[in-house]
Every structure is written in structure tokens, then in C-alpha cells.
């Protein structure tokens, strides 16, 4: 009787429309009859469960409309169609990211004919790597029947080989050997949707499979193809039907331990274990898996973030798990062998949710531990026994005992005791997809805190609503490379699954291994432009280690916004990423635009001789400065970055005709500056500067810091950026002691001191001015003189004048004076002194850029009548009223060409 059965059902398979109906029906009366002829229980329960299956299939067959053929693929998923064509640039990346570890994933184009699982046996000839652990047990790949007759279990007679595919009693998958806990988690949790039925997905993910009523079938080739998501797309993973046999009664692939035949599960995750590299599995996360496995957008909830409402959350998820609109895992943290003793719990491990239960304000999840002899909770409501309170599935008659392994706990001890709630969402949830794809060439650690040269799109939506941005980092060769460097494969084997509390303290652990890949999150900010700098976003991601994150984002109608991608620690040069969006509604997205047209990046650095530190450090003068020439007046930014994160910088536009800034800097010198000294990165920008040249001055807030840095300068109109040469460049620098400030008697000061030299040498004499005032660390930024933003509070000048004089009394000669204004942008360096011989300089302020004299020569002759060089200050009464005030001191420099001596100053009456 079951052999004509099959016949009928094997008629049904390649029949379509009511034919295929009639063989169907015909199957499923003649599979009835053998099951009340069957002389046991067993064989009487596989019978019946072969019938409803094909009465399920006759019942979806009814209700097709004729001519409708196989159910779609895309339905099967329930994804949203794409909203755009890709254009060639990014159809290349896809295919460039199909090569993994030796294998080619191609992008999915149609399923595969139901011919090429028949024929001679097919075998793969990819390399599946294992963990020293697995090869201390392993024994050969062998096929799934080789496998079971060295087992303890018989093998079924007279039902063919569909016991491989087919479940006798409900689904219990377990790991063992293979420390993979995050797919076998995924396998176990997403078994509501994969299990065979009208509704199941496992029809579009897995081949041969019977596309009516879900269940897997055996290819006669040992051949099987399956539809994963990874790398930006749906692909083809091609695997044949061997598995790691063991010479131990201990397992290397998952096992269902109510039907210990069943090998699809074991299949499905070799197919998974071929793309991330082998059976020493790396380390992942149940979300990451399921996104490859289902195709669900997946979603990381940090549960003991602060920001994290618990109560929202439970109603969310619950309400979409009813609806089967999720899929729910958990992930531990680290744990001490003591705390897992303790609480039940293993650390560093994923677990399955089965059931979400709320009865009278009792909030609980069903949970599973995926080890086959793991711990289970040990705390307060957790049962072996379901009961009609915890489960419509049980009554008070007939309680329902959990599988060991499970556990119900409440949702707070999961909050407590758990660090990730993973959810998988239903794609069919949003009516609309794009996905972008491009390459990011990694930037220069010098400016890789900005974000400068991160990918950054732009969104618009037509309608309010929910907009979920998904950004995916393809799987590449090297990353799994670097986890085996780091110990991937020590911290895997650590994890013992006959003791999970005896994991050494020496082996790495899994979040440290996984670290190693770097961190990426996702920032969106107003507006449409390229931005620089993280600072008030709308909406701000957490640094994940995971290859995915999400922002799921409430977009508002006709509002723009930038989408940038933030990374950390990333450690391979280049790395190929997807960018998905998901909505309701049509979405404008595109790669953002710059907000200026022209960026000039200059690099520098912080050395011994060049970090001076902020304005009111006596060697602020040191610190790197630029000529900046802007042609036209018009919007600027001064970009300065480090690779020292910790370092605080600033960057400042000064009124200084692009001559070197001395020090003394206060808010009326400053035309632009980029406010607090900011770590790392420091951002100046203002809407408009008048066309000239001006100085641009890079500083750390305490001198001494050595660091190299970008500036850069970005613009509407190009400009001309070079770096202004130190004041003593190719000189030697004499330094007098400082002079305290005229401003504090009445009377005017004045101070001369000898200067000589050994041979006739060339020199200038610069005077600056020295404040105790230290910086303020806020500060606006501004494009006006007066206003502009600035690093110090305002501060006055003070007024001096310096002469070079040759002689003494009314018989003296000026050899060179300092009676032009430095202050003054638009005014030459160069200036004519012969004026000075007349009777000396004016008084003037001693400004941004100091007093300078023009350069004259020091000839050894001069010693016999004198060369004195003279600063005069007036008294506190002429100070005001020049409406100036004193400062806090003068220091005085000789910049020459050779060695010069100089006397002790002396007070002239």
C-alpha cells in the first residue's frame, strides 16, 4: 500500500493543476489506508503525518487559481522588491565579493532544475578547516547513511531514505563537539519558520525541497544548494551531503536528538560553515547568522544600556512574535566560572527563545540552551514542566515537559543576566528596499577620527514613517585570517562542552577575539551635505563588532538627511559594505554631496621644536602655522585632525597678513577658530571670509605634544595653503629676559642693553607680548574682527617702542626701528626706516604678530662708540590715553645671521 503511494505522490511532483491535485488526493487516501493497516504505533504515526502532509499540499492546491503555478521564491521570504537598478559599478563589487576562502558564491539568479540532483554522486571539493579539538575526534567526511550504521541507532527498513528529511517526533537540535552555538541558536529559534508546512521559507532557501509543502527532500546525487544572504545579496552555496564523522560517540555537526536520522539541519549548516570558512567557526553572533541564513534584517539590543526601555521593548517584541514577524536569540556576556555555577548560564554564548509567554503581568521567555549537555537556568521560575499558565499548548491534566536544555526565565532576569537581545525582522514588515553598494578605501589614521572621508548618503522620504538603515560589511578572506592569528580557534576550544565553567583564563575570549575585526555604527544628521564632525546627530548607533548594525530611524516627509558610515579599529585597508533602507514608502537616496567644492589636505606635525602649546604658552609662536590666500570672499573650513584621540587641539584663522602669529592671540585677532580644544578632531567654519591672506595656526592645548596631523581647508574657490617658516629659520635665536609692563606707574620706562657682535653680522630684533592670562576653553566662532571666535579671553595690548640705536644722546644714529603696525593685515612686512633718523619710532601696540624691526648689521666696530638696542614704554596714564592698557610683559628676541653678545638691561632715565 505505501509503495503505490509513493507512486501517486511521485506523479503529483511532476504533474500541475488538477492533475497534480488528483494524484495528490490519491496519495494521501492510499498513505491512510497503510496507517491503519500498520502492525505498530511508530510506523502507524510516520504513515499519518505523510497524509496530513499531502493534505496540506491538496488543500493549497485547491485554493490556487489555475495556471498559477509554483508559489514564488519572493513570497516564500516575503521580500520587498527592489527600488533600484544597480548600475555596473555596483554589480562588479557583488560579483567581486562572491570569492571566499577558495569557493565561489555567485549572486542568486533563478533556483536550480530539480535535474541537477540526480545522476552520479556529486562530490565538493572545498576544504572545510577544522579546530584542533575536532581533528583529535574526526574520522573521515563520509555520507549521511555511512554515518548512521556505525551509530547505535538502526537504520529504518522499507521507508526508502526519507527518514533523512523527515521528523518522527518534534524538533530538538543540539551541538556538540562543534562550538558554533550561534547557528545552532539560529537554527533552533527560526524552526518555526523553517520546519515544513504551507507557510514554511525552507522552500526558497534550500534544494530539492518540495516547493507545496516545505519538506526537504533527499537528492539521489548527495547534492544541495542553498539561497544565503551574505555580501550584499542572496547567493548560491553548493555543498555535497558528507559530514565530519567522529571516532568518539561525540557529534561534529548539529543532531536532533528525537530524530537522530534527520540531516537537513546538519546540511544547512555546513552550507553556512563553507562561507564563514570551516568547522573552527570563527565566532559570530545568532543575529549575523540568521541574516545570512533567512535573509531577516537583523537588530542588536544592549540590554544593559540605560537608554533601553524594557517595558516598550517586551510589547514590541511580543506583539511581533505573535504575528511571526521575528525571530528572538540571546547572547551572554563574559562570566566567571563561579558566576556560571551559580546563575546556570555559560558565558560568551548564544541561546534559542522558543515561546514568549504574559499571563496576568508575568512576562517569560522560553529559552534553550543549544549544547547538548549544557547548563540550564538555575534561578527563581525556571521549570522542566510547562503548565497551562506558561502555555496554551499545555492543561492542568496534561502538563507538557520541557526538553532538557530549556528553561523558562522571566523577561527581568533575562535583562539582568543576558547582554544582547538579537532580533531578526520580517523584510515583509516595509514595502519598499534599496540597497547601495560600494568600496571604502580606509582613510589615514591621522584623519580617521573625522569623518572626512567616510561613505555618507543622502535620504529624503516622500511620507512619515519608520525607515530602518541597514549597514553590512562583506565577509572577506582576511578577516577570518586575523581572528585565527588572535586565537579564534583557542578561544572556540576553550569553551568545553562537557564542562563549559573549565574555559581558561589564559585563552583569549570571544568578544576580544571578535574585536579584532574593528567596530562600525551609524550616524544621520539634518541636511543633505557631506559632513566632518560627529557632533549633534539625530540619531547616533552604538559601535557594534557585529558585520551588521542597524539604525532603525522615524523619518519625517520631505526632510533630508545624511546617512554616514562610523567605523573604529577597522584593520584591513579596504573593505566592501552594502547600505540597505527599508521603508513604507519611496525613499530618494544618493551618494551626499560635498557642502564646499574644493578641499586641500596639508599634512604636519607636532615635533620637539614645533609643539608649542595654546595661545598663553610662552612658545605658542612654534606651533605650525599656514599662509592661507582665499581669492575670493566666500564660505571656509579648517579641518585639523590627529590620529591621537586623546590629544586636544585647536585651529584658529588669524588677522596676520599670513605672517607667523608670534603668541598673545585674543578673540579680536581671531577671525574663525574652532572653539573648545576638542580631542582628536577640531573644526572651524564659517558662512563667509573676505577675500586675503591670512594665518592658520594648529595647536595643542599643552605644549610638548607630539603627534603628526591634516589640516584641511575646504572652500568654494581654490585657495593657496603653504606653511609659513619659522621666525628664526636658517638664524640664530638670542633671547633677552623679559621686561615687566610700563603700564603699572606713571611714569614711561624705558630699557636699553648692549648689543656687539664678533664679525659684521646680519640681524632684527622681534618683540612680543607675554600673558599669565590662560585660555578659555570655550569660545564662539565668528567671520567678523570684532567678534570673531577665539581661545583666550579678550585681552589689551601693550604699547612700546624699539629702536636699534648706534650712539648715545642727541648725536645718535637709528640704525632700525618698529613703527609699522603688524596688527595690520593688508600692510608689507617690508618698510622703509630711514624715516627713524628724523627722531625715532612712534609708540605703537605690540599686536598678534609682535614689533619687528627691518633687519640691519651689527659690525664689530660699533663697540667703540655703542649699539644699544632701546624699548620704551609710556606710563599708565598715556596707556589710557592711547585707550590702551598694559599687558603683562615684553619679551625681546635678536634673530642674526652669526653669534651676537648682549649686555644686561639697563633703566635710562
Known sequence: MEAKAKEKEALASKAHGKEALDYTIAAAELYMK???AASNQEEK???SRKCQSLISKAESLKSRPAGSGVVAVEKRLQIPQQGRSLPTSEQTILLRSSRLHGSVFPPWESDPDSREFSG????????????????SVFSGWKRPLEILAQGASPIPSGQGHEFLMEVQHDYDLVQDITTDCSVVASLCACMRHLRPGAKSILPALMFPTDSETGQPKVSTSG????????????RKVIIDDRLPSSSTDRTLYVVDRQNPGLIWPALMEKAYLKVRGGYDFPGSNSGTDLCAITGWIPQQLFLQSDDLDWDRTWTRVKKAYDYGDVVITLGTGRLSPGEEETLGLAGEHDYAVLDMSETS????????????????????????VVTSSSSPHATEDHPIKLKPGSFWMSFDDVTQNFESLYLNWNPNLFTHRQDHHFVWQIPDPVIAESFAHNPQYSMTATADGSTWILLSRHFQDDELGIMRRHGAADALDSLSISSPTSSSSTSPTLAEVSGKLGFMSIYIFAGDKRVQLGANPVYRGAFVDSPQTLAPFEARAGVSYTIVVAAQDLPLPKYSLTLSFFSRGPLTVAPAQPALRHYTGIKGSWTRRTAGGNSASPDYVQNPQYNLTLPRTGPLSLLLCTAREDLPIHVALVWAGGRRVPGGVGNRDIVVASGDYRRGCALAETASVDAGTYTVVCSTFDPGCLADFVLRVGSDTPCAVTLVPPDAAGQLRTRLPDLPSGAEGREKRKWRVGVSAPRLTRARIVVTAISSIM??????SGASRSGGGGTTTPRSRPIARVSVEYGTGPNRTFLACTDHDDHNPNQSNTRNNSHATAGGPEFREVGVNGLRTG???????????GLWLVVEQPGAYQQQALSMNGGDGLRVEVLSEGPVHVGVWETVD
Open 34 to 36: 497503510a496507517a491503519q
Open 45 to 47: 504515526r510516520r504513515l
Open 120 to 135: 552520479d554522486p556529486f562530490g565538493d571539493t572545498s576544504e572545510f578547516s577544522l579546530s584542533a579539538r575536532q581533528k
Open 223 to 234: 547534492k544541495y544548494v542553498f539561497r544565503m544572504f551574505f555580501n550584499g545579496c542572496f
Open 361 to 384: 503581568g508575568n512576562r517569560r521567555l522560553l529559552v534553550k540552551n543549544p549544547w547538548c549537555n549544557g547548563l540550564t537556568w538555575k534561578g527563581v521560575g525556571s521549570s522542566e
Open 775 to 780: 585660555p578659555t576653553i570655550g569660545g564662539s
Open 855 to 865: 633687519e640691519f648689521d651689527i659690525d664689530p666696530r660699533f663697540s667703540q662708540t
